[in-house]
């Protein structure tokens, strides 16, 4: 008796994104344990590499391009970083974050803290053929 009820609610919620009953969106807020990583020069899961300067980090599920909130919870600070791979892949964590992203939240020396992750921009469109060529820079002038 329930099962025409679910076809018929997911059939009245279909649009251009789907059923909600089916379709799985990442948590737009997580609480979890955070790590730190150091894979200098290494290819992430973007095709970029690896730059422990930059304000990276990877998570499991979220798109690539992602810009994220991280806040330590132990002492308040946060930083903002954009999600470039895929990780991390011990168990228990939720994110790990670039050296530089670790040393803006406090947390070098303790290697794992606590956090809050919240999603605070959209990946960005892909980009289209040609285009990084093309792109310009701050001052004004090609690459």
Known sequence: MWRPAVVTVCALSVGELGCS???KEPARVQVGLASWYDLQGRPTTSGERFDRQELTAAH???PLGTRVLVT??????SVRVRINDRGPFARGRVIDVSRAAAR????VGAG??????EVVGPA???AVEG????RRTRRGGRR
């Open 21 to 23: 009953l089916f379709r």
């Open 60 to 62: 499991r599920s979220l």
């Open 124 to 126: 960005p469109p892909p």
């Open 72 to 77: 330590n919870l132990a002492n308040g600070r």
């Open 104 to 107: 803006r939240l406090g947390m």
């Open 112 to 117: 794992t803290v606590r956090v809050r992750i």
């Open 131 to 134: 285009e990084a060529r093309y």
